[in-house]
């Protein structure tokens, strides 16, 4: 089998073309790589005799193939209320913790056991339900940033500290709230978690972890968990088969909504990333109309924004919806349950801001698709049998009108696993170039 590194973009684009479809068929393979048939059946034939796709004895339909698996990826997200890990193979499933603990030769059985039980203490602390075949491992995120390194460091050594050459870790994905420059692998700004701004990715991992990641050439990637957050939904819309006509739109956003609000996406099948990689920072659009409608005793003028310093989108939901004056209230305020059963005072008020942001997404970029994900949506059932009626009644026709609304799909896992892609997409796909996928025009 030929490792990703010997192979090339059209070879990555028939794979991904195979994983995302599970299909052999010509004309899906075309549409699903964006080349033509000649192209797709020459690339085929080669990575079917190199043995990295193959036709599963499993399953009957004669059209269906999958990619042969040659190692895992690992994606971790850090947020302001908990740390999120995932580990998936060459086809992005992701392992459950049974699986994970009958893979002796690939990971350390005493350090996963560990890992396990302590996400699963976690989840009984919080009142969560534990199931046994769990796709994610979950922890209590920290204000610290020596606390957060600690179980960043944990889940990688999980599997990094053995050195088994049948079974490699293929790449590292970390994702983190705030402004983060990949390029300098660098935190820039995240004021939700002040201990990480300007924290360097060598920083953040502990016991010379950095180096020998380095040393070993396992490849690393930190980003913005609103862009790891697109990814992965985007990839999502091509298994969905009520959805997967959506996923070959040019133009395709999502908004993320959790502690802060973000937008990722691409234009023309590219992924948006700006001139700093910062696009997306939708939260910090300034709302002083709205602030001023708020009754004068619930406004300081000194109270803004600890990020943008004004007052903005992010900083009005927390105020006027979840009576928070600080991140730590927010997080108390909006709670699953919480969220569940918002009272329909606080419930129109964020109507109107959603309405707010559906006006200047959807009319500043047009897009063919937008994604709602994250807790809010995630948790307020009601807010999905209004999205329509908002989008109708805060946007201009021709643009709303063209524009479908789809809910998300990646739930709990979303951003980890986005994260995971990300380091797929951007060191072996694309090789450090701008992340791309094929639309129904596409046939070179």
């Not at 190692?71 to 890990?85: C, D, N, Q």
Request: a neutral charge; charged letters at 25%; hydrophobic letters at 35%.
């Amino acid at each position: 089998m030929k490792g990703f590194d010997e192979l090339n973009g059209t070879d990555f684009a028939v794979l991904d073309a195979i994983r995302r479809s599970e299909s052999s068929d010509r004309s899906i393979l075309e549409t699903y790589s964006g080349l033509s048939w000649p192209t797709v059946k020459k690339v085929y034939l080669q990575l079917q005799e190199s043995g990295n796709i193959r036709k599963d004895s499993d399953i009957k339909n004669d059209e269906e193939a999958i990619v042969c698996n040659q190692g895992y990826f690992l994606g971790v997200s850090v947020g302001t209320r908990e740390i999120k890990a995932v580990f998936c193979d060459a086809q992005f499933n992701m392992l459950s913790h049974m699986e994970m603990q009958k893979m002796s030769s690939c990971f350390s059985m005493n350090k996963v056991k560990y890992l396990i039980d302590k996400s699963q203490q976690y989840k009984i602390s919080k009142g969560r339900t534990v199931e046994p075949n769990e796709l994610y491992f979950c922890f209590e995120s920290s204000s610290l940033q020596d606390v957060i390194s600690d179980v960043i460091t944990e889940i990688i050594e999980a599997y990094f500290e053995l050195d088994d050459d049948t079974q490699k870790l293929l790449g590292i994905g970390l994702a983190f709230p705030g402004i983060v420059d990949s390029q300098k692998e660098q935190i820039i700004a995240c004021p939700n978690i002040p201990s990480l701004n300007g924290k360097e990715l060598r920083g953040i991992l502990k016991h010379d972890l950095y180096n020998s990641l380095k040393k070993y050439k396992i490849p690393i990637y930190i980003e913005h968990n609103a862009k790891v957050n697109f990814i992965n939904e985007k990839e999502l819309l091509y298994k969905d088969h009520s959805e997967s006509s959506v996923a070959f739109k040019e133009n395709v956003l999502c908004l993320y909504m959790g502690t802060g609000i973000s937008l990722g996406g691409c234009i023309n099948g590219t992924l948006i990333t700006g001139s700093t990689n910062s696009f997306g920072e939708i939260g910090h659009t300034g709302v002083i109309n709205f602030a001023k409608e708020m009754k004068k005793d619930e406004i300081d003028d000194h109270d803004v924004c600890p990020f943008c310093h004004q007052k903005c989108v992010e900083w009005l939901i927390r105020k006027d919806v979840f009576d928070a004056v600080s991140i730590k209230t927010y997080r108390e305020n909006s709670t699953a349950k919480k969220l569940k059963n918002l009272s329909p005072e606080k419930y129109k008020k964020l109507t109107q801001y959603l309405g707010y942001l559906l006006n200047v997404i959807i009319n500043i970029f047009n897009p063919d698709v937008l994604i709602l994900s994250g807790r809010i949506f995630d948790n307020i059932e009601e807010l999905r049998g209004d999205i329509e009626s908002l989008k109708s009644s805060h946007t201009l026709s021709f643009s709303g009108s063209n524009c479908k609304i789809v809910l998300g799909k990646g739930g709990q896992y979303g951003i980890a696993r986005g994260a995971a892609f990300n380091t797929y997409m951007r060191h072996y796909t694309f090789k450090d170039k701008k992340i791309q996928w094929p639309t129904t025009g596409d046939h070179i």
